[in-house]
């Protein structure tokens, strides 16, 4: 914003530098647009008036966005994105990406100021290293109920998180997933410990919360699917309730008001 406002800067440039490309449409890649779409509305509206038509939001999804969250919801969240003017969502695949955008499938070129890379990532080279270990095609090691290590041939090496692949099982890569393994083994290897019986790991779904701006959230749930402002207040109730401390829990209140009534808190350098 602040290279794009300075003299001498051509409007083909500053088109570029106010164009921002995401790279993926999972939840992480759509609030991050969300995010981003709210403050262009609120607060570059207000700061940057000069620029304000200039600046673009792209989501490059090959397949489908939010693959997590039920279909219903999944077309609600298009339906927000394709109502706003500065907000477009790219329905090709991303094969490389260079210093002024990022290169499609088809040959074309997206130039961007800012490209935010969302899709995932490759295994670690530990992972990779360990080659006694049976993996799938994403190179994840596969582990067993008990979230055992496979072709090892010992019952003390476990594998949570990203980097696993539970056999006859798949469970997504998320936070909620690998938190819920986390606490698992570790009442597994203390029941261990008191030669006690240990359960296989059993996942049971809390639901899934996404943002997608302008005050409007999905919440896919076991109980309920919703979409819209009460969506949003949801959202926003758990995510205060899961921080770990009242101090945090009041600091983001603060935040919140303070946004609300004031606008977000940007620095302008000249």
């Known amino acids: 914003l602040e290279l794009s406002v300075q003299p001498g800067v051509s409007q083909e440039e500053r088109y570029r530098l106010l164009h921002v490309v995401i790279v993926g449409g999972g939840p992480t890649g759509i609030?991050?647009?969300?995010?981003?779409y709210d403050f262009i509305e609120q607060d570059v509206q207000r700061l940057?008036?000069?620029?304000?038509?200039?600046?673009?939001?792209?989501?490059?999804?090959?397949?489908?966005?939010?693959?997590?969250f039920d279909r219903n919801l999944q077309q609600y969240a298009e339906g927000r994105i394709a109502q706003r003017s500065q907000m477009n969502l790219v329905r090709k695949r991303v094969t490389k990406v260079e210093e002024d955008g990022v290169v499609l499938a088809d040959g074309s070129k997206l130039r961007s100021g800012l490209v935010v890379w969302s899709t995932g990532v490759g295994p670690r080279p530990f992972t990779k290293s360990l080659d006694s270990l049976k993996k799938n095609g994403r190179q994840q090691i596969i582990v067993d109920e008990y979230l055992r290590c496979v072709g090892e041939g010992r019952q003390d090496i476990y594998a949570i998180g990203d980097c696993s692949h539970i056999q006859n099982n798949p469970l997504p890569c998320t936070a909620q997933v690998a938190d819920r393994a986390g606490q698992y083994l570790a009442k597994s290897l203390s029941s261990s410990a008191k030669d006690k019986a240990i359960e296989p790991f059993a996942f049971h779904s809390m639901g899934m919360l996404a943002y997608v701006g302008e005050r409007r959230a999905l919440a896919d749930?076991?109980?309920?699917?919703?979409?819209?402002?009460?969506?949003?207040?949801?959202?926003?109730?758990?995510?205060?309730?899961?921080?770990?401390?009242w101090r945090l829990r009041l600091q983001v209140l603060m935040d919140w008001t303070k946004t609300f009534l004031f606008g977000r808190d940007t620095s302008r350098f000249g």
Do not use: C, N
């Not at 609030?31 to 981003?36: C, L, N, Q, S, V």
């Not at 699917?225 to 921080?243: D, E, H, I, M, Q």
């Open 31 to 36: 609030e991050f647009g969300a995010e981003m």
């Open 48 to 68: 940057y008036r000069h620029g304000k038509d200039a600046v673009r939001v792209t989501i490059v999804e090959a397949a489908q966005i939010l693959p997590s």
């Open 221 to 245: 749930t076991p109980s309920f699917k919703l979409g819209g402002f009460y969506s949003w207040l949801f959202w926003r109730s758990v995510y205060a309730t899961r921080l770990s401390s």
